[in-house]
């Protein structure tokens, strides 16, 4: 198997537990990215097939500026896969929904090729609700992807490739799915979050007292808001809670003024340590801290930075699991009380363990490989 992958950890992370249980399975994997992510390959189980691109700063809130910049990215890293698979070609390609590189190799090798997909699969009203665009093809760096699926014969175009892929895993439970019923039939497999251990990270542990925890996050590409963790600072003084926040290392660095007893501000925690122990999750609201969040039962208070978050969030508020709070929105006050709502609301408590008994039920990365497996036992034998 051959993992294609963009360098982002919200990308990353989801796939490694899928790769472990390949491996586990007897499978070769491997995994293409920067050398950021090679070590957490590595532990995974996977051999790193690492390509350059220029480091990137913080991602921009505008989807299609963003995906431009991963249209780049492909661009740059596609001679630098080809000339390091040419001896080693895989049976299956296994690529992220920004990894293009992989749907492109896999055409010219003739092998199959499944999505990964640690977002929404393309439903009807995506391409609005994400780029604020009529059309897909109007993302600025697709007219540079459209010429590079030309060059390796992949057919459908643009279109084809990101709005009807072939076959998808999807790292979320099928409610969680923006419209469901307008996903493309039979294409789609959501087998909620696939975990894996993360010991490398470290640990965390709950202080002796017996404050709630409240975490904050606003995850790995939009953490340079100095001004929303002092809006929580001030929230949360003298309210009760013990307050964890992941402020991302430029932050942690230039510091954020006067810190009192029971609180906590780090570069960066392990997540799922910390989640293990808090009552309430401040979260950015992407895909992958959202699940995490919910497999383990906590309710979130959800922040968006752009456009995917903000349809993440109103799928929080309507499956009733938390609050979405519009970033313009969250004063302190505005922070302190729907923390208090989220903590204290028997509903919302009882619609998190309903979805976190069907995370449970999805399957995770067992359920991904099942149909990996599948896939590769279906292909057709190809010679010459």
Not at 37 to 65: H, I, K, Q, W
Not at 83 to 105: I, N
Not at 154 to 179: I, M, N, Y
Not at 335 to 362: C, F, K, S, T
């Amino acid at each position: 198997m051959a993992l294609f992958n963009v360098p982002m950890h919200g990308h990353v992370m989801p796939t490694l537990a899928v790769v472990r249980e390949l491996v586990d399975r007897g499978h070769r994997v491997s995994y293409a990215v920067t050398a950021e992510f090679a070590d957490s390959v590595r532990e995974a189980g996977a051999t790193p097939v690492l390509y350059e691109v220029p480091p990137a700063g913080e991602a921009p809130e505008d989807m299609a500026e963003g995906v431009t910049q991963a249209v780049g990215v492909n661009v740059m890293a596609l001679p630098q896969l080809e000339q390091a698979f040419a001896g080693d070609v895989p049976d299956l390609v296994l690529a992220d929904v920004y990894a293009w590189a992989g749907p492109l190799l896999a055409a010219r090798w003739k092998v199959p090729a499944v999505q990964l997909a640690p977002t929404h699969i393309p439903y009807e009203g995506l391409v609005e609700e994400f780029f604020g665009l009529e059309d897909i093809s109007q993302i600025p760096g697709f007219t540079e992807l459209s010429g590079e699926l030309a060059h390796f014969g992949v057919p459908g175009g643009v279109h084809a490739l990101t709005l009807a892929p072939p076959r998808t895993v999807a790292f979320f439970p099928r409610s969680f799915q923006r419209r469901p019923e307008t996903v493309r039939a039979g294409a789609a497999h959501w087998v909620g979050p696939a975990i894996a251990d993360r010991s490398f990270q470290g640990s965390w542990n709950r202080p002796a007292d017996d404050k709630p925890v409240v975490y904050v996050s606003l995850g790995s590409q939009f953490n340079r808001r100095p001004d929303f963790y002092r809006a929580c600072l001030e929230a949360f003084d003298g309210s009760g809670w013990h307050v964890v926040m992941s402020v991302g290392a430029e932050v942690a660095a230039a510091g954020l003024g006067e810190v009192r007893e029971g609180v906590e501000v780090h570069a960066s925690v392990p997540q799922l340590d910390v989640l293990a122990s808090a009552s309430v999750f401040v979260t950015h609201g992407g895909m992958g801290s959202l699940m995490e969040a919910f497999s383990l039962g906590v309710p979130v208070v959800v922040v968006p930075q752009m456009a995917e978050q903000r349809v993440n969030a109103a799928r929080v508020e309507e499956l009733g699991v938390g609050r979405y709070l519009p970033r313009e929105q969250a004063t302190a006050q505005a922070l302190r009380e729907a923390v208090q709502v989220v903590a204290g609301d028997g509903r919302i408590a009882a619609r998190v363990a309903e979805l976190r008994q069907q995370i449970r039920e999805a399957g995770g990365a067992a359920a991904a490989v099942d149909v990996v497996e599948k896939v590769l036992a279906d292909a057709p034998v190809v010679t010459g």
